[in-house]
């Protein structure tokens, strides 16, 4: 083998709670039938967690399986919920609503899904897998018939004309039998091959939200370790679908959140800003007056649900985690899906290795078979309902889940992409949005800062654009540079050169939540993988 190529068994793309999962099982499984299996994982952050977000509070019970003994193992789940609320707000009010069964946080954990990860990848390696952080999978290797044989790594060096700087380093060929894909949310690499394998043919669009974060540590008398409160109402109207978390976890810590259906119409809705005005609410300003703000960051989610799940294999390999949208969205819940998913495809990877199947198909058939599919189907309905507008929603799902119970004799859908959602700025009203305060509210340069982002600024810019005017003759023209406000990170900003407009691109701020990819309205943006190690450096997210 040259320098650059390296040859395993399975390559995992991505260090996420799939790709891990996925990885130990790979190796657990192999040991079990006397195998020995080569497994590589992949991950484009610059250690394992750096790009990792999530509210987050996990069920174990896929840990429960991988991992039996993890609490001797010390997996950090220190902080048990000990107490679950559910509220409707008003503008200013806030009204305790009945806690839906699936919301009933008994026996789980508020965790750092980050530092969740950090701890699955030492497990990883401590049974022999090989973690290459600050390595981004930047394209598929296939064979003449289609088959994918591996993933090839950006290069590092690369000036932003495209020449080589004096630290060159060529591309990394990872061949490998078996290639598992757990790049998260919208994957780059993920979207083609659902596009050249049909993956998404007879499925619903795949729909997502953006999820925006912070850290807080707050005066001890009003931390409250183990509570988990969610909330509904305002600061959304009554046809956008979103939703607020306030996660008390260990030492004086709070994670406060807001999460928003990208499927949103007025182009004027502003993401980061309605997460700033949330927090002003009196009902989540308690939680977090008189406090620091430790953190900052946003990551998009899938929340299509079962429907929207597509074709999950193909020849060489498979989609695990959220790249597949695994997500029980009135759970708010998929770590353990994720999890549970990489899993099942592990066995089916030694499976194939071993000869004892003759493709990846067994993976979707066994989970299928599993639990994640029930649970997934019983709460199908729930998220399309919100189609019809909150109230609505809220009344359907409420007959869903207590009347038929997840049984419903059909099957409510998805019937357009987030990006086809959008309405001409003309026809919607503009939103007036406060300005920051500095205590409570910030701005959104403030914000990017405490996410620790850096990316090397002579590179090609990742944020790439299939036709170069659209952002002023379609995205300004029409839908006054939407960009601008899905972004929560400053990326794009229309600027005046001369008497024209421009968009400027500040890669240099890209935080990886995709957004710009799912929500762009024609499709425009294309994310690709910047150099290794860039991008966001989460810490205790």
């Excluded at 991992?67 to 806030?94: C, N």
């Excluded at 069964?101 to 090989?130: D, K």
């Excluded at 064979?143 to 590092?156: H, K, L, Y």
């Excluded at 859908?413 to 305060?437: S, V």
Aim: glycine share 10%; with cysteine; charged share 20%.
């Amino acid at each position: 083998m040259s320098d650059n190529v390296m040859e395993c068994d399975v390559v995992i793309v991505g260090a996420g709670p799939a790709g891990l999962s996925a990885a130990i099982r790979i190796k657990q499984q192999a040991a079990a039938k006397g195998q020995e299996v080569d497994v590589i994982v992949l991950e484009k952050g610059s250690e394992v967690g750096a790009h990792i977000l999530a509210g987050a509070v996990l069920e174990p019970r896929a840990l429960h399986e991988l991992i039996p003994d993890w609490q001797e193992k010390g997996a950090p789940l220190h902080v048990p919920v000990k107490d679950d609320r559910f509220q409707f707000l008003s503008k200013k009010r806030g009204w305790k609503m009945p806690l839906p069964p699936q919301m009933n946080n008994h026996g789980n954990y508020i965790i750092s899904l980050g530092n969740f990860c950090r701890w699955l990848a030492a497990q990883a390696e401590e049974l022999g897998v090989q973690i290459f952080p600050g390595f981004p999978a930047e394209e598929v290797i296939q064979e003449q018939d289609g088959t994918v044989s591996g993933v090839r790594t950006g290069a590092f060096g690369v000036a932003k004309d495209g020449s080589h700087k004096d630290s060159y380093q060529e591309p990394m060929e990872i061949r490998a039998k078996v290639t598992l894909f757990g790049e998260g949310c919208r994957g780059s690499l993920t979207k083609q091959l659902e596009a050249q394998f049909g993956l998404r043919e007879g499925k619903d669009p795949q729909t997502y939200a953006i999820g925006i974060k912070e850290l807080w540590e707050v005066p001890a008398e009003q931390h409250q370790e183990g509570l988990v409160v969610h909330t509904i109402g305002w600061p959304m109207d009554s046809s956008t679908y979103g939703g607020g978390f306030i996660y008390h976890l260990e030492n004086n810590q709070v994670y406060v959140g807001y999460v928003i259906g990208l499927d949103y119409e007025n182009p004027h809705l502003n993401t980061f800003k309605e997460f700033q005005r949330y927090k002003t609410h009196p009902e989540v300003a308690k939680h977090i007056k008189g406090g620091k703000r430790i953190s900052y960051g946003a990551r998009a989610l899938n929340e299509g649900g079962f429907q929207s799940i597509p074709k999950l294999s193909f020849p060489g390999g498979a989609i695990i985690g959220c790249g597949a949208g695994f997500v029980n969205v009135p759970k708010i819940k998929g770590i353990h899906t994720a999890m549970k998913s990489g899993m099942e495809a592990a066995d089916a990877a030694v499976k194939l290795l071993a000869g004892e199947v003759d493709s990846m198909k067994a993976y979707e058939e066994s989970l299928q078979k599993s639990w994640v599919w029930p649970e997934l189907y019983a709460v199908r309905n729930i998220r399309p309902s919100f189609h019809w507008g909150m109230l609505s929603g809220l009344a359907y799902s409420a007959v869903d889940t207590y009347l038929f119970r997840g049984k419903a004799p059909w099957t409510l859908h998805h019937k357009r992409a987030d990006h086809e959602a959008l309405k001409p700025a003309a026809k919607c009203t503009k939103i007036e949005y406060p300005a920051p305060d500095g205590t409570l509210t910030f701005d959104l340069l403030s914000s990017v800062y405490l996410s620790n982002t850096n990316h090397e600024e002579d590179q090609p810019c990742h944020l790439t654009l299939k036709d170069a005017g659209i952002p002023i003759t379609v995205n300004l023209a029409v839908y006054d540079s939407p960009e601008s406000r899905y972004c929560p990170a400053g990326v794009y900003e229309i600027v005046q050169e001369g008497a024209e407009p421009r968009l400027q691109i500040n890669a240099q701020n890209c935080v990886h939540c995709k957004s710009c990819d799912i929500k762009d309205p024609t499709q425009n943006i294309n994310w690709v993988t910047p150099e290794g190690g860039g991008g966001p450096n989460y810490p205790n997210m």
